[in-house]
């Protein structure tokens, strides 16, 4: 049997049910945010040159 998703049924179903793909991504979006604030160690290294009383050169 050939089976098709049509625009209308995946906007009836959105239209139906907005409140549950709302709350799935609210709650994808906490969990990943306590994820990468847990659970994930940065990895970064800055580093800084400070250039202090350099004296331009006459020639």
Do not use: E, R
Request: with cysteine; hydrophobic share 40%.
């Amino acid at each position: 049997m050939d089976k098709t998703l049509d625009i209308k049924y995946i906007g009836h179903f959105f239209k139906k049910y907005w409140y549950i793909v709302i709350a799935t991504c609210i709650i994808g979006m906490l969990a990943m945010t306590v994820y990468t604030s847990y659970f994930i160690t940065p990895v970064y290294q800055v580093s800084t040159d400070v250039l202090v009383n350099q004296k331009k050169k006459n020639k």
